[in-house]
């Protein structure tokens, strides 16, 4: 028997849409899933049983994690919201709306006690579950673009950016270390031993680096990935790198060699988010559902290549995802005049007026204002503010953010490749 996964052995079925998200508990005995139906769903991955669904979003559901004791839930969605769950109750123990754009990665600290998010609108928030305070204690908005990305680990935040660089932030030291990628980042996960990282990227390659001084150890080409958002991570014993692919595959490497050792076939569509159980060789994977409409279904009412059309045949099979990691900031003319667009998700104005008027103005003055870090709010601007806060579209310019803690991490390398 292979070390690592090679079939097909469950598929868990309850979600009505597309799964966003899908993780283990720490313990390995249950495991979560996000989907696009607005709901969590927490099932047993021995049986395929359904335990629980989880109900609070307001839209897609697109991210979920287990905090370290097994006790909580945390989620963040489209709706702009992290929600924090009771596992046994399902009762939702804090809602959190801070963010001003969607929220892509959630995680806990090992104690359970801090609750961080990474968003679109391109901040990185900290949230303090021992306190009844809805705020963030810390916001973080070195990125230029949206944060894919975050994991947090002892007194470190590691996060991958849609500007193409990777950032480590000590908490403690209050430190930061770029190392520029090239390539818009959606995935970085961390070693066991908490020595390496694995970034994921938009030139359909893997790196492993190494987390103190940005050395590049090992690339990993083979896979597809080029539009979409794709995961990737380490097996629990960090002996295998594993992603999923635009092919529908999924592919594990060898982490020393960086060889392909065997691919899995397990979906025709894009093979979007994976985790790996926390001891056994088990894997939990979800693929990405077609993006636009079957032309000849529409018109004609059938296609003759039936389930393996790579265009969807109806409402219950498509999913309106942006499949660059960049935010639209036009409408669309054709879509908002007739209602329809050829382009369809390809195309780079906005089709969904709901958000239009929730963006920020691109042209608002961006405040010069920083704090120093774990202060509240200060007038001094430190020479490195100059480096991270330059003008910027996604620098917050509202009263109410200048009310809460903003931290300007001082770079202590920037590391290119």
């Not at 283990?24 to 996000?34: D, F, K, P, T």
């Not at 609750?115 to 949230?127: K, V, Y």
Request: hydrophobic share 30%; proline share 3%.
């Amino acid at each position: 028997m292979a070390p690592y996964p090679t079939r097909l052995e469950l598929t868990l079925k309850g979600h009505k849409g597309p799964v966003n998200d899908v993780c283990y508990n720490h313990s390995g005995q249950y495991c979560l899933s996000a989907g696009r139906d607005r709901s969590i769903r927490l099932w047993n991955p021995s049986t395929g049983l359904l335990l629980h669904t989880y109900t609070g979003h307001s839209r897609d559901a697109l991210a979920v994690t287990a905090s370290p004791d097994n006790a909580k839930i945390a989620s963040g969605g489209a709706d702009r919201s992290v929600i924090l769950w009771d596992v046994g109750s399902g009762e939702i123990l804090r809602r959190y709306t801070a963010h001003w754009e969607r929220v892509n990665s959630v995680g806990f600290n090992d104690q359970s006690t801090v609750l961080i998010s990474a968003s679109f609108d391109a901040t990185i928030r900290l949230w303090d579950l021992r306190s009844m305070n809805l705020q963030p204690i810390q916001i973080i908005e070195d990125c230029k673009d949206s944060v894919m990305s975050v994991h947090i680990q002892d007194t470190e935040i590691i996060a991958g950016c849609a500007d193409g660089r990777l950032r480590t932030y000590d908490i403690r030291k209050g430190e930061l270390k770029e190392d520029y990628i090239g390539s818009p980042i959606t995935s970085a996960k961390i070693t066991k031993d908490g020595n390496c990282i694995l970034v994921s990227s938009l030139d359909s390659t893997m790196r492993l680096m190494d987390k103190s001084n940005g050395k590049l150890l090992n690339e990993f080409k083979g896979h597809k990935h080029k539009e979409y958002k794709i995961e990737s991570i380490l097996s629990n014993k960090d002996e295998y790198a594993i992603t999923g692919s635009e092919d529908g595959k999924i592919y594990i490497y060898d982490v020393l060699e960086a060889k392909v050792l065997s691919t899995i076939e397990a979906h025709q569509g894009v093979a979007t988010t994976l985790d790996y159980h926390p001891e056994n060789i088990n894997m939990l994977e979800i693929t990405l559902y077609k993006t636009e409409f079957c032309r000849n279904w529409i018109e004609l009412g059938h296609c003759r290549y039936g389930t393996k059309c790579l265009y969807a045949h109806g409402e219950k099979e498509i999913r309106t995802v942006p499949r660059h990691a960049r935010y639209k900031t036009q409408i669309c003319r054709a879509y908002h005049s007739d209602g329809s667009c050829p382009y369809g998700i390809r195309c780079t104005f906005i089709h969904d007026s709901d958000y239009t008027s929730e963006r920020r103005d691109i042209n608002s003055p961006v405040s010069n204002a920083s704090t120093n870090f774990g202060s509240t709010t200060s007038n001094s601007t430190s020479p490195a503010a100059s480096i991270h806060e330059a003008d910027s579209i996604w620098s917050p310019s509202s009263s109410f953010m200048a009310k809460n803690s903003k931290t300007t991490f001082p770079v202590v390398a920037m590391r290119n490749f």
